[in-house]
């Protein structure tokens, strides 16, 4: 479904993206995880075209389709979205504006008004909230309806880029279910996360990127069971100081 | 029985033990620098005055502690200050020294503490405390283990564990005269320090040196070329390698000169700018990594920098091979030389911070001699350097400006060798060490009628330089019945800069085949200017394109080589070798077995 063959990406002179390419399946949730500054989200922004003259190599390919070079409107037009780090709603705009937004590449208003009740099925909570300022919702409201402004697009792909972050567990949970269900009604996923314990567990496939190379992929599960993803990403200890703590930390070894 | 072997410039005999030589190089520096370290992006200066202090403070706390001569005292922990303060400490007060290397897992750790019988244990943090208290039950010989680094241990109390802080706080109020005394009597025949064989094969054994071997060792490597108190050298090599211990140790307090300690393993290169050196030493896998980067760096400059380089390369390789094939330079090269060492090469040298290397040695591992021809070619003066550490270090180094296509150069002066009916290289020196310790047997292998047997199989060429063919236990007779020297291939397979390392494996086989390990950083590189998707380094090695790559790469070495030599298959190793899981050895050597263990699968596969 999306080819991205090896891209390169520079913020002026750094260097963030270095030679990465990957594949997603149509039908698969597919998950990016590595530490801050690795280069995570500057792979989504690059793929969105969110990021000018951006990628500097390499060729990025939607449905057979070249959406490299392409502004952000017309690859959501082809069918992808959205949701970035930290929500960006539109404070001042109230939370049906704001879904409305998420609209913009939209034509059909029938079509339009039954996504509203789509969203509103998801989270309840919009739909009492729906005549409020953005922002003034909580920070797990706010990420509902990030995610449901990136839904009002109908895409096929859908980008979420560290949907946990800032949120308490139980709601962690909670946007993690949403997110599986909205799968299972067909929506390819791509999901860069800092929580890889969750990440891990609602994904099929998963990709370990450091320095803005990929070390590591491979099926979820498989990962969930690697040494030092364990270590690294989940925080389980693969060795124990016989004095009962450390602080010191194994070196990383990428096979 | 060791006589005093070396004499100054005034022809005054030189000290020949480590603490009497110490203390005669710190009674000419007195206040001037004697190592530089970096902390939180600062450099530190230690003088001469300081590092004696703080050993003979060290030694004066430890044989309060009940260290008695001879002892073995162990030392594990990342290149510092503390660590060659330690190690001098340890000697002034006529112990013997023994290094750790910090990789080393604790079971490694627990096999030399053991072996050693060491009765004190330096330990540079929690890390590696951590690796003493897995097996302090099995350890009885020691009877303190001494931190420098205690962060994080503030919560941490154990009668037996002290802060090195203490040690040395309780070391400046104690008398000296017991310290003065211990360094007298001091002989050059008593033992100075074990030094554990990494060891491509089997349990590392200790080889003990001699104060006679060390001090004559750190005076005849100045004998083939200079070095002086001016020089300035970047410490980086685990110190528990002689070929590290006698550059920041040995040869360091007799000569005078300034050993940079890197901040930490990963920061040589930024270190390397910095200090730039004037003295140089790293092991081939570090020569060869820094050719892939200016490789790199070239293949990413403008076309204009391109062709700069490109022509001025071709003369630095053409005047380059026929100074080390000792034919005369005409006048036009030399000047065409000079001219694109000004426009390309000094600036390039500037770069990595090899602008003021004089002299720059490789060692402890065969490099090949493309390579080395390679920075000639660039004006960096790389010279190989050959011994093992039974021999302390060199046996043979070359010249500066007499660097031989393919040898290693001339034996040091006052050290002997012979080579054997079967070709083995024999070594008859003041460094050759004494034998193995706790190990008769290996002793009586490795030194016969004071011969030490190398092991390695080498030629003595009619200009008296040695020419080194291949380890002894390495050579493959393949089911043909031919002889062949794996190491000659492998280099020759290494000298490619998208391979790594290579096994040549044949030994009563058909034919030849190799396991190929790739270079990540040119391999990586070519795959993106090849437009070949990749995620992982795994992937790569499975790639057919990149496959097809290698084949070339192999294909031109096969041309250079004998029929029966040739490679006729090949595998791309489908990880990187690691220290951890045993396939290559601190100074990245390859261990053999292991690998063939390893890839059992991949090597059948091939016949």
């Known amino acids: 479904m999306l080819e991205v063959k090896n891209i390169e990406t520079y913020y002026d002179l750094i260097y963030a993206v270095r030679g990465v390419s990957l594949s997603i399946e149509e039908g698969s949730i597919t998950a990016i995880l590595g530490n801050n500054g690795a280069g995570k989200s500057t792979i989504l922004k690059t793929i969105m075209g969110l990021i000018d003259d951006q990628p500097d190599k390499g060729s990025i390919e939607f449905d057979g389709k070249r959406i490299d070079g392409k502004d952000t409107e017309a690859i959501v037009r082809m069918g992808i979205s959205y949701v970035p780090e930290g929500r960006e709603v539109f404070e001042e705009l109230t939370v049906r504006e704001n879904l409305l937004m998420g609209a913009y590449t939209r034509k059909n208003r029938k079509e339009v008004a039954g996504d509203f009740d789509r969203v509103y099925r998801y989270f309840p909570v919009l739909q009492q909230r729906q005549n409020q300022w953005a922002g003034t919702l909580s920070g797990g409201e706010q990420q509902m309806l990030a995610i449901g402004r990136a839904m009002m697009s109908r895409p096929r792909l859908l980008f979420l880029d560290e949907p946990s972050l800032g949120l308490s567990p139980i709601l962690v949970q909670e946007i993690f279910k949403i997110i599986t269900a909205i799968h299972a009604e067909g929506v390819t996923v791509l999901l860069v996360e800092q929580n890889a314990r969750m990440a891990l567990k609602i994904s099929h496939t998963a990709m370990i990127l450091e320095n803005g190379r990929f070390v590591l992929k491979g099926p979820s599960a498989e990962l969930m069971e690697d040494e030092n993803v364990k270590e690294f990403y989940m925080g389980v200890r693969s060795q124990d100081s016989a004095k009962g703590y450390q602080r010191w930390k194994r070196k990383k070894v990428w096979r | ?607």
């Open chain 2, 1 to 607: 029985m060791t006589e005093i072997l070396a004499h100054d410039a005034n022809g005054k005999a030189l000290a020949t033990t480590t603490p009497a030589l110490f203390k005669e190089t710190v009674a000419k520096k007195g206040d001037t620098v004697a190592m530089r370290h970096k902390d939180f992006g600062l450099w530190h200066d230690i003088s001469w005055r300081e590092y004696y202090d703080t050993a003979r403070t060290i030694a004066c706390a430890l044989i309060d502690m009940g260290l008695e001569k001879g002892d073995r005292v162990a030392i594990i922990g990342d290149n510092c200050p503390e660590w060659v303060m330690i190690d001098m400490g340890i000697q002034c007060a006529g112990g013997v020294a023994v290094g750790i290397y910090t990789t080393n897992a604790w079971q490694e750790v627990e096999y030399v503490i053991n072996h050693a019988e060491a009765r004190f244990f330096f330990v540079e943090n929690e890390e590696q405390l951590d690796k003493w208290l897995s097996f302090r039950e099995n350890a009885l010989s020691l009877k303190k283990v001494i931190v420098w680094d205690t962060k994080g241990l503030r919560e941490f109390s154990d009668p037996m564990v002290m802060a090195y802080d203490r040690l040395v706080q309780t070391g400046r109020a104690m008398d000296t005269a017991a310290v003065d005394a211990r360094m007298a009597e001091l002989r050059p025949e008593d033992l100075c320090v074990l030094i554990y064989t990494s060891g491509t094969t089997g349990m590392p054994k200790g080889a003990m040196l001699t104060h006679g071997n060390v001090t004559w060792m750190a005076h005849a490597i100045e004998q083939q070329n200079r070095i002086d108190n001016r020089d300035e050298v970047l410490s980086f090599l685990p110190l528990c390698h002689i070929f590290e211990r006698l550059f920041s140790v040995f040869a360091h307090i007799r000569h005078g000169y300034v050993v940079n300690f890197v901040e930490k393993p990963d920061t040589v290169m930024e270190n390397m700018q910095e200090v730039s050196p004037t003295v140089g030493y790293a092991v081939p896998r570090i020569w060869e990594k820094y050719y892939s980067g200016i490789r790199i760096r070239m293949t990413d400059a403008t076309w204009v920098k391109k062709l700069a380089f490109k022509a001025a390369l071709a003369i630095g390789h053409k005047r380059a091979t026929l100074k080390m094939n000792f034919e005369k330079v005409p006048l036009y090269l030399e000047v065409l030389f000079n001219i694109g060492y000004f426009a390309v090469f000094r600036k390039l040298k500037k770069r990595l911070g090899f602008d003021r290397l004089r002299v720059a040695y490789s060692g402890a591992a065969p490099i090949s001699p493309e390579m080395l021809r390679a920075y000639q070619a660039i004006g960096v003066r790389l010279i190989e350097g050959y011994g093992q550490t039974e021999g302390t270090g060199v046996t043979c180094t070359s010249q500066l400006e007499r660097v031989k296509f393919g040898t290693v150069g001339r034996p040091l002066p006052g050290c002997q060798v012979r080579i054997a009916e079967d070709g083995e290289i024999l070594v008859k020196s003041p460094g050759v060490f004494v034998g193995y310790f706790k190990d008769e047997k290996a002793t009586q292998e490795a030194l016969k009628d004071g011969w030490l047997y190398s092991g390695d199989v080498g030629v003595l060429d009619s200009d008296g330089f040695l020419k080194i063919t291949d380890r002894k236990k390495d050579i493959i007779i393949t089911a043909g019945g031919k002889n062949i020297t794996p190491q000659y291939i492998e280099n020759k397979l290494k000298a490619s800069p998208y391979i790594n390392d290579a096994v040549v494996i044949g030994d009563r086989r058909k034919y030849l085949t190799s396991l190929i390990m790739l270079d990540e950083d040119n391999v990586m590189k070519f795959a993106q200017d090849n437009k070949i998707p990749f995620s992982t380094y795994g992937d790569l090695t499975q790639n057919s394109q990149i496959k097809q790559l290698i084949q070339q790469e192999v294909d031109e070495v096969n041309k250079t080589l004998a029929r029966v030599e040739n490679i006729r298959k090949f595998s791309i190793i489908p990880k990187k070798l690691y220290q951890e899981d045993g396939e290559v050895t601190p100074t990245m050597k390859v261990k053999r077995k292991k690998v063939y263990e390893a890839f059992a699968n991949l090597i059948e596969a091939m016949y």
